[in-house]
């Protein structure tokens, strides 16, 4: 009698991947991952978050966790990772800080172009989607990308700087959260 091998499982593919990327996965997408994650529900919805120039293993800076607990996120158990090919591959959205970001994201990943957009961006574009689904409202905004043209697209670098900045930053994140969550989660 021949006994035959499993195949191996496909990953979960039901949640709709989400990556958030900045510098050092320290200030602002580690805020966005957390604010989207909070925001969108856990079952239809994978929110994660890393740097190009990531400061791995490191905690969030002090200033963004309080920003970000004062939004209502959690910062328990948040480690900083570099960003990979691969995490932007298996990625339905990708989200970064800067349009340089999103400029170095598809430097490494050209087949990511119709579905990452910078936070601000896509935040503009969520509002208009026409689609029921994330897929959907990504390919609507990949092909109408330029409705978001006049749109600032640039959330500021807070490192090293003080509090004041990170405020700024954690509201321009929060206020692009609140519209891709509810934007995507119809």
Request: with cysteine.
């Amino acid at each position: 009698m021949s006994l035959v091998s499993p195949l191996p499982t496909e990953p979960d593919q039901t949640r709709f991947r989400i990556l958030v990327v900045c510098v050092g996965n320290v200030c602002r997408s580690p805020v966005g991952e957390r604010l989207l994650a909070a925001r969108l529900p856990a079952e239809r919805f994978e929110v994660s978050s890393a740097g190009v120039g990531a400061m791995v293993g490191y905690a969030m800076s002090t200033y963004a966790e309080a920003e970000l607990v004062g939004y209502g996120g959690d910062a328990t158990g948040f480690a900083a990772q570099q960003v990979t090919p691969a995490m932007i591959q298996a990625s339905d959205l990708v989200l970064t800080a800067t349009r340089d970001l999103r400029s170095q994201v598809l430097a490494e990943s050209p087949g990511a172009l119709r579905r990452t957009f910078t936070i601000l961006e896509f935040a503009a574009l969520v509002e208009m989607a026409e689609g029921d689904t994330g897929p959907d409202i990504v390919r609507w905004a990949g092909a109408h990308r330029s409705a978001a043209g006049a749109v600032e697209q640039d959330v500021p670098d807070p490192f090293r700087q003080g509090p004041e900045l990170h405020a700024a930053a954690a509201k321009a994140i929060n206020d692009a959260v609140q519209q891709i969550a509810k934007g995507l989660d119809r």
